[in-house]
């Protein structure tokens, strides 16, 4: 039987009868540290690409460029920041070290704020007499969107597991759901978070002015740091134990230097190297060339007396080749949610919210760059929805626990990705078409005649449809991985954040140089009612469908793959997913 509430928390707060170090009292550190560091970070996105085209002369597309750039190496370094701080520095220092670093960061934005000094001249009122940016001038930006990336990639991977590690422990019977409870929470303040910095931070900085809209993140850095490390001398600080992507890069060095070993032949279990009390006698015969990285051919000079491998870069565990051919399996299928991720990236969105009316009710305007809470509503929404109403009803017809199957729900969403990008195409032509019938086709300022509800749906689709796409990418991945490894599948998604912010700058920057070539004016226009914004979101929209068709493709694959009678290289996954079902949305 379970321990009562009382007895649950006072066993957490005593987490060892040694020591009275974690338990739930480090959690509020953790999270507001977390909560800070997001709502400072995440309220800066939305009309970044406002201020730098304002002070730093840029036109919108080489400024989108910048901030895409931005966004990938920010999503990027969380990769990096996960395996340096599980290899090397620990989640403490690596929590430290990003926190210091963002705070670093944005006292710098701040700076260029206060200081006009550190900013090209303005504009003229013709905006034709403007100075580029020196090369100072932008070091010192760039320098603090570094710092603000270096620290998101130190923070963000390593406080949730910062906080499981303040709570795990074996001894209780009740840890699990008490983890199940930590996460949950967790993953709440999150989109608080996120939804705090995009309408207050944001509406601060629109009528506030930068200086103010700056300061607060630094302020909101300063407690982040201050928090976290006055919880220092009460946090469990688990030592480094090696990153997953350490073996992965493992076995490919290995099997690479037993290349001349034929595979083709049958081996016994004995000459595969196996973790103790493990479970894979063997390794499976997909990707059968990785199998060299586990096979012994001389045991005394590959192992040691204690029969660990004598250099784990020659000779690995039959369960890291398995997981190296789980990554490479999920590749495939993850590549497919990439181009639905450009989508939600469209550069130019807040130019278009900027000119229509936005006014609630006589005195609230919403600001053009809270408009993305639309999205995180709609996800929020349609999450609950389909958890609480349809998987009961759809179980029924299907027999699947969740509804339907992960492939559908990633189909359906990325089919409602294209319906919203071809949507928004279609918003952009009709906006286009008014300021112009207006007379305001030299006047990107003024404000139309049109609700800003005619964009609402557009937002609203890319929710559900990210609600549908990359929780099924993510379910799909539990689904080859065992439980312990559940993490790799939020890594997958940030990672695909980074390759889509890559692709983005990529492809605005290849449509504004084309388009522009010849003294033309460009699609990505700052005047976007110059320009063709339409004809942009026409070219993803061309582009999402070709990327469906992929996705039929890889998933016809997959499919056949998937139920050839396991789903999974692992034997212990299948009786974890059979147990249990539940999904923890990242």
Same mark, same amino acid.
């Given at each position: +039987?379970?321990?009562?509430?009382?007895?649950?928390?006072?066993?957490?707060?005593?987490?060892?009868?040694?020591?009275?170090k974690?338990?739930?009292?480090?959690?509020?550190?953790?999270?507001?540290n977390?909560?800070?560091?997001?709502?400072?970070?995440?309220?800066?996105?939305?009309?970044?690409?406002?201020?730098?085209?304002?002070?730093?002369?840029?036109?919108?597309?080489?400024?989108?460029?910048?901030?895409?750039?931005?966004?990938?190496?920010?999503?990027?370094l969380?990769? #990096?920041?996960?395996?340096?701080?599980?290899?090397?520095?620990?989640?403490?220092?690596?929590?430290?070290?990003?926190?210091?670093s963002?705070?670093?960061?944005?006292?710098?934005? %701040?700076?260029?704020?206060?200081?006009?000094?550190?900013?090209?001249?303005?504009?003229?009122?013709?905006?034709?007499?403007?100075?580029?940016?020196?090369?100072?001038?932008?070091?010192?930006?760039? @320098?603090?969107?570094?710092?603000?990336?270096?620290?998101?990639?130190?923070?963000?991977?390593?406080?949730?597991?910062?906080?499981?590690?303040?709570?795990?422990?074996?001894?209780?019977?009740?840890?699990?759901?008490?983890?199940?409870?930590?996460?949950? %929470?967790?993953?709440?303040?999150?989109?608080?978070?996120?939804?705090?910095?995009?309408?207050?931070?944001?509406?601060?900085?629109?009528?506030?002015?930068?200086?103010?809209?700056?300061g607060?993140?630094?302020?909101? +850095?300063?407690l982040?740091?201050?928090?976290?490390?006055?919880?220092?001398?009460?946090?469990?600080?688990?030592?480094?134990?090696?990153?997953?992507?350490?073996?992965?890069?493992?076995?490919? /060095?290995?099997?690479?230097?037993?290349?001349?070993?034929?595979?083709?032949?049958?081996? @016994?279990?004995?000459?595969?190297?196996?973790?103790?009390?493990?479970?894979?006698?063997?390794?499976?015969?997909d990707?059968?060339?990785?199998?060299?990285?586990?096979?012994?051919?001389?045991?005394?000079?590959?192992?040691?007396?204690?029969?660990?491998?004598?250099?784990? %870069?020659?000779?690995?565990?039959?369960?890291?080749?398995?997981? $190296?051919?789980?990554?490479?399996?999920?590749?495939?299928?993850?590549?497919?949610?990439?181009?639905?991720?450009?989508?939600?990236?469209?550069?130019l969105?807040?130019?278009?919210?900027?000119?229509?009316?936005?006014?609630?009710?006589?005195?609230?305007?919403?600001?053009?760059?809270s #408009?993305?809470?639309?999205?995180?509503?709609?996800?929020?929404?349609?999450?609950?929805?389909?958890?609480?109403?349809?998987?009961?009803?759809?179980?029924?017809?299907?027999? !699947?626990?969740?509804?339907?199957?992960?492939f559908?729900? $990633?189909?359906?969403?990325?089919? !409602?990705?294209?319906?919203?990008?071809?949507? @928004?195409a279609?918003?952009?032509?009709?906006?286009?078409?008014?300021?112009?019938?207006?007379?305001?086709?030299?006047?990107?300022?003024?404000?139309?005649? $049109?609700?800003?509800?005619?964009?609402?749906p557009?937002?609203?689709?890319?929710?559900?449809?990210?609600?549908?796409?990359? /929780?099924?990418?993510?379910?799909?991945?539990?689904?080859?991985?065992?439980?312990?490894?559940?993490?790799?599948?939020?890594?997958?998604?940030?990672?695909?954040?980074? /390759?889509?912010?890559?692709?983005?700058?990529?492809?605005?920057? $290849? /449509?504004?140089?084309?388009?522009?070539?010849?003294?033309?004016?460009?699609?990505?226009?700052?005047?976007?009612?110059?320009?063709?914004?339409?004809?942009?979101? %026409?070219?993803?929209?061309?582009?999402?469908?070709?990327?469906?068709?992929?996705?039929?493709?890889?998933?016809?694959?997959?499919?056949?793959?998937?139920?050839?009678g396991?789903?999974?290289? #692992?034997?212990?996954?299948?009786?974890?997913?059979?147990?249990?079902?539940?999904?923890?949305?990242?």
């Amino acid at each position: +039987m379970g321990n009562s509430p009382e007895e649950e928390e006072e066993f957490l707060l005593n987490h060892s009868q040694n020591s009275t170090k974690g338990g739930v009292k480090t959690i509020p550190f953790i999270i507001v540290n977390e909560s800070c560091e997001r709502v400072a970070s995440f309220g800066l996105q939305p009309n970044m690409i406002l201020y730098i085209t304002k002070f730093y002369n840029m036109d919108a597309a080489r400024a989108s460029v910048l901030l895409n750039l931005w966004s990938a190496l920010s999503n990027g370094l969380s990769i #990096f920041g996960a395996f340096i701080s599980d290899s090397y520095i620990g989640r403490f220092r690596a929590i430290a070290i990003g926190t210091i670093s963002s705070l670093m960061g944005m006292i710098v934005l %701040w700076l260029t704020a206060i200081f006009p000094q550190i900013r090209p001249l303005p504009c003229g009122q013709d905006q034709l007499d403007c100075n580029a940016a020196t090369a100072a001038q932008l070091a010192v930006i760039l @320098s603090s969107f570094g710092l603000i990336s270096i620290g998101a990639g130190f923070v963000r991977p390593c406080s949730i597991a910062l906080g499981a590690d303040q709570l795990e422990n074996k001894e209780n019977p009740d840890n699990e759901r008490l983890m199940d409870t930590y996460f949950n %929470w967790f993953y709440a303040s999150v989109g608080i978070s996120i939804s705090v910095a995009m309408t207050v931070i944001v509406y601060i900085q629109d009528h506030f002015g930068w200086q103010v809209g700056f300061g607060v993140p630094v302020l909101l +850095m300063v407690l982040s740091v201050s928090v976290y490390l006055i919880g220092s001398p009460l946090y469990i600080k688990a030592k480094p134990k090696g990153s997953l992507f350490t073996g992965l890069f493992q076995v490919s /060095v290995a099997a690479f230097r037993k290349r001349h070993i034929n595979v083709q032949l049958n081996y @016994s279990d004995d000459c595969y190297y196996k973790a103790p009390e493990s479970k894979q006698l063997k390794p499976s015969i997909d990707f059968r060339c990785l199998n060299r990285a586990c096979i012994i051919e001389d045991p005394h000079m590959e192992l040691k007396p204690d029969g660990k491998a004598s250099d784990p %870069w020659s000779l690995c565990f039959v369960e890291q080749v398995e997981i $190296m051919k789980c990554f490479l399996r999920v590749l495939p299928m993850w590549s497919t949610c990439i181009m639905l991720l450009v989508s939600f990236g469209q550069p130019l969105s807040i130019y278009q919210l900027l000119t229509v009316d936005r006014h609630i009710t006589r005195q609230f305007e919403i600001p053009a760059g809270s #408009f993305g809470v639309i999205i995180l509503l709609s996800l929020t929404i349609w999450i609950a929805f389909y958890d609480r109403a349809l998987v009961p009803l759809l179980s029924r017809y299907t027999g !699947l626990p969740t509804g339907i199957s992960s492939f559908s729900r $990633m189909g359906i969403g990325l089919f !409602l990705g294209i319906v919203a990008t071809a949507l @928004s195409a279609i918003t952009e032509t009709i906006r286009r078409n008014k300021a112009i019938n207006a007379g305001f086709e030299d006047d990107p300022n003024a404000v139309l005649n $049109m609700s800003f509800m005619w964009f609402v749906p557009q937002f609203a689709l890319y929710g559900v449809a990210e609600g549908l796409n990359v /929780v099924g990418q993510i379910e799909f991945v539990y689904s080859l991985f065992p439980k312990t490894m559940s993490s790799f599948a939020a890594s997958l998604y940030t990672f695909g954040l980074a /390759v889509a912010s890559l692709i983005n700058s990529l492809l605005v920057s $290849m /449509v504004d140089s084309i388009t522009s070539a010849g003294g033309k004016t460009s699609w990505l226009a700052t005047n976007i009612n110059r320009g063709h914004l339409d004809y942009y979101c %026409w070219l993803v929209t061309f582009l999402c469908v070709i990327n469906f068709l992929y996705f039929l493709a890889i998933c016809r694959f997959t499919d056949q793959h998937h139920h050839d009678g396991r789903s999974s290289l #692992f034997p212990e996954v299948e009786e974890e997913h059979s147990e249990n079902r539940r999904f923890h949305g990242a």
